[in-house]
């Protein structure tokens, strides 16, 4: 089983900064990874998909890097919005596995 | 745009079985790999299952930790798909959410769509 180790956990900041969370697999998953945003009472978002493609109608201030085992999830300029949970996700080998989250506030 | 709803109890027994139901609108079911994926309080997302409508009775795969325990089912004239999960226990209280994804079993989880989640709690 593929282990995803994300972090950190909780990140506060404040409009307009940027911010890198980080998922580190436990081996080689190619580009295999997707990254999702969910808020309360809300389906989550698919905003990343095979490591650095954004989905169609997500805004380019998000963006994806990383291949194999280290991948980052960039959000620039961040907005009010933007507060949120995010997650990764690895969709190379099942059991599928998803890291722990990051819970972003917005101050 | 596909919405997924997850529907329920939102309470069950200890020992008991809980079963799940996931209906889709928007888009049809034909094709896709549907998966069942939860998330217990104050802990990381876990990856339950996913079935295919290939073959008479759909082409399942589950995650090993809880393969002995799980079954799920799909009913495309009724864009519905199913989970039951037996022998329920406190460790199985969690947010439930259904998801699409891809075509093929490389995509199988390649989530694009997810419903916003059911809230089952096992007590007695």
């Known amino acids: 089983e593929t282990t995803l180790t994300q972090s950190p956990a909780f990140l506060s900041v404040t409009p307009g900064d940027n911010v890198d969370i980080s998922c580190k697999a436990s081996?080689?998953?190619?580009?295999?990874l997707n990254w999702y945003q969910q808020k309360p009472g809300e389906a989550a978002l698919f905003i990343i998909e095979?490591?650095?493609t954004l989905v169609p109608g997500i805004p380019p201030r998000f963006s994806g890097s990383g291949y194999g085992t280290d991948f980052t999830l960039t959000i620039k300029n961040i907005q009010s919005e933007d507060a949120a949970y995010y997650f990764c996700?690895?969709?190379?080998?099942?059991?599928?596995?998803f890291g722990q989250g990051t819970k972003l506030e917005i101050k | 745009q596909v919405h997924l709803q997850e529907s329920g109890p939102g309470l069950v027994k200890p020992s008991e079985t809980l079963s799940l139901t996931c209906t889709v609108s928007?888009?049809?079911?034909?094709?896709?790999?549907w998966s069942w994926i939860r998330q217990p309080p104050g802990k990381g997302l876990e990856w339950i299952g996913y079935i295919h409508n290939s073959g008479t009775t759909g082409t399942t795969k589950y995650n090993p930790s809880l393969e002995s325990r799980v079954a799920m089912s799909m009913d495309t004239s009724k864009n519905q798909f199913s989970l039951k999960l037996y022998s329920m226990t406190a460790a199985d209280t969690a947010m439930y959410y259904c998801a699409r994804g891809g075509k093929s079993s490389s995509w199988s989880a390649n989530f694009d769509a997810w419903g916003q989640g059911t809230l089952v709690t096992v007590s007695s």
């Open positions: 996700l690895q969709h190379d080998t099942p059991p599928y596995t």
């Open positions: 081996h080689d998953i190619d580009n295999d």
């Open positions: 928007g888009g049809s079911m034909s094709d896709y790999f």
């Open positions: 095979e490591g650095s």
